[in-house]
């Protein structure tokens, strides 16, 4: 499953220290990665669906991780191009569970 793995690519990175305080979508970084990690662990748990206002949310993540990965440096630009592969992910798997 494309998304378990993303996942565990993404936790096995990490944050980079230069994330701290750095907003993205209107939350803190850290915050916005822990929410995110909710949304994948519910979905491969099979405890959530994903519904209209998640994919909202999940789409104006994905445009604000494009924004802030052209504008930072290297570290969280990778970051955030990480992100937004597991964002892409969640929204991919989601819309196949519900076809």
């Known amino acids: 499953m494309q998304l378990a793995r993303l996942w565990c690519e ?4 990490g944050c980079p ?6 907003e993205i979508a209107g939350s803190d970084a850290r915050a ?3 929410e995110i990690s909710a949304c994948v662990s519910a979905l491969i748990c ?6 209209e206002r998640i994919e909202r949310r ?5 445009q604000a991780l494009i ?3 052209a504008e930072a440096d290297a570290p969280v630009a ?3 191009e990480r992100l937004n592969r597991l964002v892409s992910a969640v929204l991919t798997q ?6």
């Open 58 to 62: 999940l789409a104006d993540i994905r």
């Open 94 to 99: 989601s819309r196949a569970g519900q076809a």
């Open 67 to 69: 924004g802030k990965q």
């Open 78 to 80: 990778a970051y955030c």
């Open 10 to 13: 993404h936790l096995a990175a």
């Open 32 to 34: 916005l990665d822990a």
């Open 46 to 51: 099979r405890s959530m669906t994903v519904d």
């Open 17 to 22: 220290s230069e994330l701290a305080g750095v």
